[in-house]
Protein backbone atom coordinates (compact mmCIF):
# COMPACT_ATOMS: atom_id res chain seq x y z
CA UNK A 1 0.00 0.00 0.00
CA UNK A 2 1.19 3.68 -0.88
CA UNK A 3 1.91 5.57 1.96
CA UNK A 4 1.45 9.65 2.08
CA UNK A 5 3.28 11.18 -1.05
CA UNK A 6 3.70 15.26 -1.00
CA UNK A 7 5.63 17.18 -4.02
CA UNK A 8 7.48 18.54 -4.37
CA UNK A 9 10.00 17.81 -2.08
CA UNK A 10 11.78 20.94 -1.94
CA UNK A 11 10.91 24.29 -3.56
CA UNK A 12 12.99 27.50 -3.07
CA UNK A 13 11.37 30.81 -4.16
CA UNK A 14 11.86 34.45 -3.42
CA UNK A 15 9.37 36.85 -1.06
CA UNK A 16 6.06 37.77 -2.58
CA UNK A 17 5.95 34.53 -5.21
CA UNK A 18 3.08 31.96 -4.88
CA UNK A 19 4.01 28.28 -4.37
CA UNK A 20 1.53 25.38 -3.98
CA UNK A 21 1.83 22.44 -2.36
CA UNK A 22 0.55 18.63 -2.97
CA UNK A 23 -0.79 15.97 -1.27
CA UNK A 24 -1.86 12.61 -2.30
CA UNK A 25 -3.11 11.08 0.94
CA UNK A 26 -3.45 7.11 1.58
CA UNK A 27 -6.15 5.71 -0.51
CA UNK A 28 -9.44 5.29 1.36
CA UNK A 29 -8.29 8.03 3.51
CA UNK A 30 -11.60 10.75 4.77
CA UNK A 31 -8.77 13.15 6.81
CA UNK A 32 -5.90 14.78 5.71
CA UNK A 33 -4.23 17.23 7.63
CA UNK A 34 -1.84 19.90 6.91
CA UNK A 35 1.43 20.34 9.47
CA UNK A 36 4.27 23.07 9.20
CA UNK A 37 7.59 22.58 11.23
CA UNK A 38 9.49 26.21 11.58
CA UNK A 39 13.41 26.08 11.91
CA UNK A 40 13.72 22.93 13.82
CA UNK A 41 10.51 23.59 16.58
CA UNK A 42 7.06 22.10 16.89
CA UNK A 43 5.22 20.48 14.28
CA UNK A 44 2.21 22.84 14.48
CA UNK A 45 -1.37 22.16 13.25
CA UNK A 46 -2.73 23.91 10.31
CA UNK A 47 -6.13 22.14 9.12
CA UNK A 48 -7.79 19.20 8.91
CA UNK A 49 -9.89 17.68 5.81
CA UNK A 50 -12.58 15.36 6.26
CA UNK A 51 -13.29 14.41 2.72
CA UNK A 52 -13.80 17.42 1.13
CA UNK A 53 -15.21 19.97 4.00
CA UNK A 54 -12.72 22.01 6.31
CA UNK A 55 -13.65 20.21 9.42
CA UNK A 56 -10.92 22.56 11.58
CA UNK A 57 -8.49 25.10 9.80
CA UNK A 58 -7.98 27.01 13.47
CA UNK A 59 -4.01 26.49 12.74
CA UNK A 60 -3.88 28.87 9.34
CA UNK A 61 -1.60 31.74 10.10
CA UNK A 62 -3.29 34.01 8.02
CA UNK A 63 -5.41 34.46 4.43
CA UNK A 64 -2.18 34.30 2.39
CA UNK A 65 -2.80 30.10 3.17
CA UNK A 66 -5.27 28.32 1.31
CA UNK A 67 -5.89 24.86 1.17
CA UNK A 68 -8.42 22.76 -1.41
CA UNK A 69 -8.74 19.36 -1.51
CA UNK A 70 -10.57 18.74 -4.74
CA UNK A 71 -13.08 15.45 -4.58
CA UNK A 72 -11.73 14.56 -1.21
CA UNK A 73 -8.65 12.90 -2.75
CA UNK A 74 -5.21 14.85 -2.84
CA UNK A 75 -5.06 18.39 -1.22
CA UNK A 76 -3.40 21.29 -2.37
CA UNK A 77 -1.76 24.29 0.18
CA UNK A 78 -1.48 27.42 -1.58
CA UNK A 79 0.97 30.14 -0.30
CA UNK A 80 0.25 33.94 -2.17
CA UNK A 81 2.53 35.81 -1.32
CA UNK A 82 4.90 34.09 0.53
CA UNK A 83 6.81 35.41 2.99
CA UNK A 84 10.40 34.85 5.08
CA UNK A 85 8.21 33.29 8.11
CA UNK A 86 6.45 30.90 5.93
CA UNK A 87 9.91 29.07 5.16
CA UNK A 88 10.03 25.81 6.61
CA UNK A 89 8.66 22.07 6.73
CA UNK A 90 5.00 21.40 5.45
CA UNK A 91 3.86 17.89 6.57
CA UNK A 92 0.39 16.16 5.18
CA UNK A 93 -1.02 13.25 7.22
CA UNK A 94 -3.85 11.29 6.62
CA UNK A 95 -5.98 9.15 8.49
CA UNK A 96 -9.09 6.79 8.53
CA UNK A 97 -12.14 7.41 10.13
CA UNK A 98 -13.23 5.35 12.61
CA UNK A 99 -15.90 6.35 14.88
CA UNK A 100 -15.30 5.72 18.34
CA UNK A 101 -12.41 5.34 19.05
CA UNK A 102 -9.56 7.86 20.00
CA UNK A 103 -7.85 10.01 17.51
CA UNK A 104 -7.19 7.85 14.46
CA UNK A 105 -3.54 6.99 13.92
CA UNK A 106 -2.10 9.94 11.83
CA UNK A 107 0.32 8.65 9.12
CA UNK A 108 3.04 11.01 7.41
CA UNK A 109 4.01 11.87 4.40
CA UNK A 110 7.78 12.80 4.01
CA UNK A 111 7.43 16.77 4.01
CA UNK A 112 7.41 19.25 1.91
CA UNK A 113 10.69 21.99 2.54
CA UNK A 114 9.88 25.35 1.26
CA UNK A 115 12.56 28.14 1.70
CA UNK A 116 11.38 31.76 1.05
CA UNK A 117 14.11 34.21 0.23
CA UNK B 1 1.88 29.21 24.62
CA UNK B 2 3.24 25.49 24.65
CA UNK B 3 0.64 23.02 25.28
CA UNK B 4 3.00 19.87 24.94
CA UNK B 5 6.95 20.72 25.99
CA UNK B 6 9.78 18.10 25.67
CA UNK B 7 12.42 19.84 27.85
CA UNK B 8 15.42 17.59 26.51
CA UNK B 9 16.54 19.16 22.85
CA UNK B 10 18.92 15.90 23.07
CA UNK B 11 20.03 12.33 24.59
CA UNK B 12 22.78 9.96 24.27
CA UNK B 13 22.10 6.66 25.24
CA UNK B 14 24.69 3.39 24.92
CA UNK B 15 23.27 0.85 22.37
CA UNK B 16 21.81 -1.92 25.08
CA UNK B 17 20.76 0.27 27.76
CA UNK B 18 17.80 1.64 28.32
CA UNK B 19 16.49 5.38 26.57
CA UNK B 20 13.96 6.92 28.49
CA UNK B 21 12.30 10.12 26.51
CA UNK B 22 10.13 12.91 28.96
CA UNK B 23 7.19 15.27 28.08
CA UNK B 24 5.12 17.55 29.70
CA UNK B 25 1.40 18.88 28.76
CA UNK B 26 -0.54 21.58 30.25
CA UNK B 27 -3.64 21.06 29.09
CA UNK B 28 -6.25 18.71 31.13
CA UNK B 29 -8.21 18.38 28.09
CA UNK B 30 -5.37 15.70 26.62
CA UNK B 31 -7.00 12.47 26.69
CA UNK B 32 -4.94 10.47 23.98
CA UNK B 33 -1.39 10.56 23.92
CA UNK B 34 1.15 9.72 21.23
CA UNK B 35 5.22 9.17 20.42
CA UNK B 36 6.45 9.78 16.74
CA UNK B 37 9.74 8.97 15.60
CA UNK B 38 11.33 10.68 12.67
CA UNK B 39 14.50 10.36 10.72
CA UNK B 40 16.19 12.87 8.09
CA UNK B 41 14.43 13.79 5.04
CA UNK B 42 11.37 11.75 6.67
CA UNK B 43 7.76 12.41 7.99
CA UNK B 44 6.91 11.57 11.53
CA UNK B 45 6.27 7.83 11.95
CA UNK B 46 3.87 6.69 14.53
CA UNK B 47 5.59 4.44 17.11
CA UNK B 48 2.99 4.03 20.24
CA UNK B 49 -0.02 5.53 21.79
CA UNK B 50 -1.65 5.89 25.33
CA UNK B 51 -5.37 6.90 26.15
CA UNK B 52 -5.72 8.89 29.49
CA UNK B 53 -7.76 5.39 30.37
CA UNK B 54 -4.55 4.03 31.05
CA UNK B 55 -1.00 4.60 32.99
CA UNK B 56 0.99 2.23 31.12
CA UNK B 57 1.25 0.71 27.19
CA UNK B 58 3.51 -1.86 26.25
CA UNK B 59 5.01 -2.69 22.64
CA UNK B 60 8.20 -4.57 22.18
CA UNK B 61 10.68 -2.69 23.07
CA UNK B 62 8.58 0.09 23.51
CA UNK B 63 6.79 1.23 26.56
CA UNK B 64 4.92 4.30 27.51
CA UNK B 65 3.95 5.57 30.80
CA UNK B 66 1.30 8.27 32.00
CA UNK B 67 1.32 10.16 35.38
CA UNK B 68 -1.99 12.42 35.05
CA UNK B 69 -1.65 13.60 38.04
CA UNK B 70 1.52 15.37 37.01
CA UNK B 71 0.71 15.90 33.78
CA UNK B 72 3.75 13.84 31.97
CA UNK B 73 4.55 11.27 30.06
CA UNK B 74 7.60 9.42 29.09
CA UNK B 75 8.58 6.68 26.82
CA UNK B 76 10.89 4.26 27.41
CA UNK B 77 13.29 2.11 25.19
CA UNK B 78 14.99 -1.09 26.14
CA UNK B 79 17.33 -2.22 25.03
CA UNK B 80 18.31 0.55 22.61
CA UNK B 81 19.53 0.12 19.06
CA UNK B 82 21.64 1.94 16.89
CA UNK B 83 18.63 2.05 14.41
CA UNK B 84 16.78 3.85 17.42
CA UNK B 85 18.86 7.11 16.59
CA UNK B 86 16.11 9.29 15.55
CA UNK B 87 14.15 12.61 16.75
CA UNK B 88 10.92 11.51 18.78
CA UNK B 89 8.35 13.65 19.17
CA UNK B 90 5.65 13.47 21.98
CA UNK B 91 2.20 14.77 20.48
CA UNK B 92 -1.55 15.27 22.40
CA UNK B 93 -4.97 15.51 20.87
CA UNK B 94 -7.77 16.09 23.39
CA UNK B 95 -11.44 14.38 22.87
CA UNK B 96 -13.41 15.19 20.02
CA UNK B 97 -10.35 16.76 18.32
CA UNK B 98 -8.62 15.06 15.75
CA UNK B 99 -5.80 17.28 15.65
CA UNK B 100 -2.60 16.43 17.04
CA UNK B 101 -0.83 18.86 19.15
CA UNK B 102 3.38 18.23 19.13
CA UNK B 103 6.27 18.89 21.26
CA UNK B 104 9.56 20.28 19.94
CA UNK B 105 11.12 16.76 19.75
CA UNK B 106 14.26 15.20 20.89
CA UNK B 107 16.86 14.18 19.39
CA UNK B 108 18.30 10.77 20.89
CA UNK B 109 21.33 9.28 19.63
CA UNK B 110 22.57 5.96 20.51
CA UNK B 111 26.34 4.82 20.81
CA UNK B 112 27.74 1.89 19.74
Known amino acids: EAGVTQFPSHSVIEKGQTVTLRCDPISGH ?20 VKESKQDESGMPNNRFLAERTGGTYSTLKVQPAELEDSGVYFCASSQDNPGKYTDTQYFGPGTRLTVL | DQQVKQNSPSLSVQEGRISILNCDYTNSMFDYF ?55 FCAASALGAQKLVFGQGTRLTINP
Open chain 1, 30 to 49: DNLYWYRRVMGKEIKFLLHF
Open chain 2, 34 to 88: LWYKKYPAEGPTFLISISSIKDKNEDGRFTVFLNKSAKHLSLHIVPSQPGDSAVY
